[in-house]
């Protein structure tokens, strides 16, 4: 098992890892802000609202920490769906954050993408699903782990 637990060279991925290679860094050059609204929206009772516009955010700084590092990526599957992670939805990918136990990754294990709960226990790597119905995959000495990214928003529609 190499075992790496850093963003590592590209070539880690291997042939299979190239579509996520193709995105692009988000939050090139175009601004793309948006209006705050300065009253809060009640999600439970109906709040009386108004149209005052505290300030305009840009959603490049509110979203994203390390714009190069920093991609979006579409997930297939249900194996994250009680991290609130569903099939069809675009993660926001920071490769330039440390991952850490307990935080979701994006790992390439022998060639291979998936999005993951990462655990260290003892001295071994498991990469959880948040579906009861995925088994935990644990690394096995000789396979090849790559953590591509850390994992820092969903992005889904309603």
Same mark, same amino acid.
């Given at each position: 098992?190499?075992? $790496?637990? !850093?963003p590592? %060279?590209?070539?880690?991925?291997? /042939?299979?890892?190239? +579509? #996520?290679?193709?995105?692009?860094?988000?939050?090139?050059r175009?601004?793309?802000?948006?209006?705050?609204?300065?009253?809060?929206?009640? /999600? *439970?009772?109906? %709040?009386?609202?108004?149209?005052?516009?505290?300030?305009?955010?840009? +959603?490049? !700084?509110?979203?994203?920490?390390?714009?190069?590092?920093?991609? @979006? +990526?579409?997930?297939?599957?249900? %194996?994250m769906r $009680?991290?609130?992670?569903?099939? *069809?939805?675009?993660? @926001?990918?920071?490769?330039?954050?440390?991952?850490?136990?307990?935080?979701?990754?994006?790992? #390439?294990?022998?060639?291979?993408?998936?999005?993951? =709960?990462?655990?260290?226990?003892? %001295?071994?790597?498991?990469?959880?699903?948040?579906?009861p119905?995925?088994?935990?995959?644990?690394?096995?000495? *000789?396979? $090849?782990?790559?953590?591509? *990214?850390? &994992? !820092? =928003? &969903?992005?889904? =529609?309603?």
């Amino acid at each position: 098992m190499r075992g $790496d637990l !850093t963003p590592d %060279s590209q070539d880690a991925l291997g /042939a299979k890892g190239m +579509l #996520a290679m193709a995105p692009q860094p988000v939050g090139g050059r175009h601004c793309c802000t948006l209006p705050v609204m300065a009253s809060r929206i009640a /999600a *439970g009772f109906p %709040s009386p609202a108004d149209d005052y516009v505290e300030r305009q955010i840009d +959603l490049n !700084t509110h979203l994203i920490q390390h714009r190069e590092a920093t991609f @979006i +990526l579409r997930v297939t599957g249900w %194996s994250m769906r $009680d991290a609130g992670i569903f099939d *069809g939805d675009e993660i @926001i990918v920071d490769r330039a954050i440390t991952p850490a136990d307990g935080k979701i990754v994006v790992a #390439a294990i022998n060639g291979d993408l998936t999005v993951k =709960r990462l655990r260290r226990i003892g %001295s071994a790597v498991h990469l959880v699903a948040e579906n009861p119905e995925f088994p935990p995959i644990i690394l096995q000495e *000789g396979e $090849d782990l790559c953590i591509w *990214g850390v &994992v !820092t =928003r &969903v992005l889904h =529609r309603v």
